[in-house]
């Protein structure tokens, strides 16, 4: 392999660990931190936080990898999109990578402020007890879903903030309140996918715990219940906010009816479509706020405001349905039983 | 082994997704430009099938 090769690798190692789905979900928080903070359209800062955030990332998600290698080989055996079980990295280079990374993201921050040097140092901390013994609150039940959304939410969110002014008003806490509480609901759902696995190797999730019922209950309940602060948060009253308002309701309505189809019935790729619509529609509504922040900024004219939020609430409900009839483009084999059995006596 | 595995897009998913692009090219021409950026990898996220 020549030098060149080897590079090439590394990178690609990099960009795969990032998880660009999660880095762009994590993009979304902190470009809606800035529009927030009136400055929607400032590419530089953007630039800043969104390199600050993708090397948090890298800390967070190396973390995670390493701590849950032996239960995402069970999960997620041969995912190309977890590089340490699919053998794209070794566990050396990925805590190389991940030290580098929180080194990075401490440096990054100090270019955007203190206080966003705080917050990446603060969020790099929780991030790894998230995952790392002796702590590890992942394997803590109903502290995971409350921690984890922590991170993705407020940490980007917050960096676009502080990067524009020193400290949060208690409007952008309250509409910080708002994404955390719906996006609780949100990672609920993702142990539906990793739910053989957690149970195997007693990762005790909320899924594992109370079961499916109750999940996709409490899921619903911090969908309705974020959404309400989401648009509480949302003062002025004029024509435009009203039509951004009623495009988050629709997409949380949608969002809750799927949920309860999710514990209606029992079938991995069907929860695994309705999950994905679920996401589609949590993200649509981050979206819709930043359009609504940006325009304001803009000063656009509420006819085009109005025009763009409503073609986005189609767009969003368009997606989320067919995703939800026909699944995600990419999708996941399942484990072969025997496989999974391996997996369990090694376990044991 | 648990790998991925692509479907064939629909007729219907791609003439939204052409919609999609179509109103972010719009979005950008109104000023919009990093909303327009976010709404083509909003859409990008919507075919990976991201559970987050």
Redesign the interface.
């Known amino acids: 392999m020549t030098a060149v090769d080897g590079v090439v690798r590394q990178l690609r190692g990099i960009v795969v660990t990032v998880r660009p789905p999660v880095f762009v979900l994590l993009a979304f928080y902190a470009e809606l931190g800035l529009a927030q903070a009136g400055k929607p359209n400032a590419y530089v800062l953007l630039a800043k936080i969104l390199a600050a955030t993708a090397a948090f990332l890298v800390f967070s998600v190396a973390c995670n990898d390493l701590a849950d290698e032996a239960i995402d080989r069970v999960n997620l055996s041969g995912d190309p999109r977890r590089p340490l079980v699919s053998g794209a990295v070794s566990r050396a280079r990925l805590l190389a990578t991940g030290w580098v990374a929180a080194g990075a993201a401490l440096l990054i921050s100090v270019l955007i402020g203190w206080p966003a040097l705080v917050i990446t140092a603060v969020g790099l901390a929780v991030s790894g007890a998230y995952s790392v013994r002796p702590v590890r609150i992942a394997q803590r039940g109903v502290l995971a879903p409350l921690l984890l959304p922590a991170c993705y939410v407020a940490v980007p969110y917050l960096l676009g903030i502080t990067a524009v002014r020193r400290a949060p008003t208690g409007t952008d806490l309250a509409l910080l309140g708002g994404l955390y509480v719906g996006f609780i609901g949100r990672i609920l759902l993702k142990d539906f996918r990793d739910v053989r696995g957690d149970a195997m190797f007693g990762k005790r999730t909320f899924l594992v715990r109370h079961g499916r019922r109750w999940t996709c209950v409490f899921s619903a309940c911090c969908w309705a219940a974020g959404t309400s602060v989401i648009l509480a948060a949302m003062p002025d009253g004029s024509r435009a906010e009203h039509v951004a308002r009623y495009t988050i309701g629709a997409c949380a309505v949608f969002a809750v009816l799927f949920i309860a189809g999710l514990a209606a019935h029992e079938n991995p790729r069907r929860d695994e479509a309705l999950i994905s619509a679920v996401a589609i529609l949590g993200r649509a509504m981050i979206l819709i706020l930043i359009i609504h922040l940006s325009a304001v900024d803009l000063g656009l004219t509420p006819f085009i405001e109005f025009a763009f939020l409503n073609l986005l609430g189609a767009l969003a409900l368009s997606q989320a349905t067919s995703v939800a009839r026909h699944g995600p483009r990419l999708r996941l084999l399942p484990v072969p039983i025997e496989q999974v059995d391996e997996q369990h006596s090694l376990a044991s | ?7 064939p ?2 007729g ?2 791609r003439a ?1 997704t052409v ?2 692009i179509v ?1 972010a090219v ?2 950008a021409l ?6 327009a950026v ?2 083509v ?12």
């Open positions: 082994m648990k790998a991925s595995r692509s479907r897009t629909s219907y998913e939204w919609f999609g109103v719009l979005m109104a000023g919009l430009s990093v909303a976010a709404v990898f909003w859409i990008g996220m919507s075919h990976y099938g991201s559970n987050k």
